[in-house]
């Protein structure tokens, strides 16, 4: 009986407890603490703002004096897109005969036939020399300058148009020489009796403001028709669309030369990646009222096709944003009194609190401006997050 007595309270002993121990061990679990460290990151959301297409300027090559008409049609276009203009050179055909490109100080304003006298007839001998005949150089179409412009026909594979004794000149009919900002006006030309001779057409003459333009657009083809005066032959030196926007001085801090992004137009649902080129630093106000900082932005590809429509940039986070010491939006605490303040993890347990001013908040982080004491929170320093009251076996 005694040996079955010990055996009893041998196996039944371990599962008794006390009312007190009961009650203890129903309790939960202390909790333990959840912490994370503090970094140096970005505290940035993408930035979207508003902005408009602009074109980009360029030289735009009109038809020269007296070409444009129902008869006039381009026969052949010889400048190519990307190329480099040159004194001298044929632009295109206009009804078979030549069109070239010169550099003069005002545009042409006559037909120049032998026996002029003038500051078109110099310029004209000034362009043969520079391209290396042997013109006169005294103003006065002379038969030396006669030579010289039949070679230069003959050199582009042209023969050189001949004016009738009696042919008409600006002179005869008072015809006056246009004027360009920045040209000043030809003085009044004389004429000896027109000869008959090769002759320089004003409808053969583009004037160009310098040497080595590039062509960056062809708007005519074989076939078009120039009814127009102001009908345009080319563009130079085109800039390429972009796009301007403002920011506002928060989306400032997140925005970064180089940066990408996507442009969207609201009308046509049409999307393009852009690139952030230049960040004004002073605000302005635009056509629309809009104050803030400018952007400029390029296209990466083909522009949009919204001229004077407001499109809608999304701007990435960028990997050059401005970092700063961050904390999880979790670690930061509230006082009564509004004051906020982080708890330092040290060895497991919860340690000082350190008062904090809190900046901005982007992507489950907030920036640190300030903290007090001073030096004691830093980046790799943990914080308090949260508790874990998961009960473990």
Known sequence: MTVLLVLATIVVAPGLRSPEQAAAEALPPSPSLVTAAAERRAVTEPAIVRGKVVVGASVKVLPPPGAAGDSSVVTAVHAKKGQRIKVGQVLLELSGSPVFAMVWRFPSYRDITPGMKGPDVREMQTSLRRLG????????????????????????????PRAETGAETGAETGAEPSQSEGVAAAAPDTVSAPQPGVMLPKSSVVVLARDNHKVTKVAVK????????DDVLFELDGAASGITAIATKTQLGSVVEGQSGEAYDDLTGETRKVTVVAIGQEPVTDADGNSGFPIRLSFAGSPLNAPNRSLRITLTN?????????????AVFSKPDGDTFVTLAESGKAGPDIAVKVGRTAGGWVEILESAPSGRLQPDVHVVVGFDR????
């Open 133 to 160: 005949y042997r013109s006169g150089v005294a103003g006065v179409f002379d038969a030396r300058t006669q030579k010289a412009l039949t070679g230069f026909y003959s050199d582009r594979g042209y023969t050189a």
């Open 222 to 229: 074989v076939g078009t028709r120039l009814s127009q005066s």
């Open 390 to 393: 998961t009960v473990h076996p």
């Open 318 to 330: 960028s990997d050059e944003a401005k970092l700063v010491l961050a904390v999880p939006v979790t």
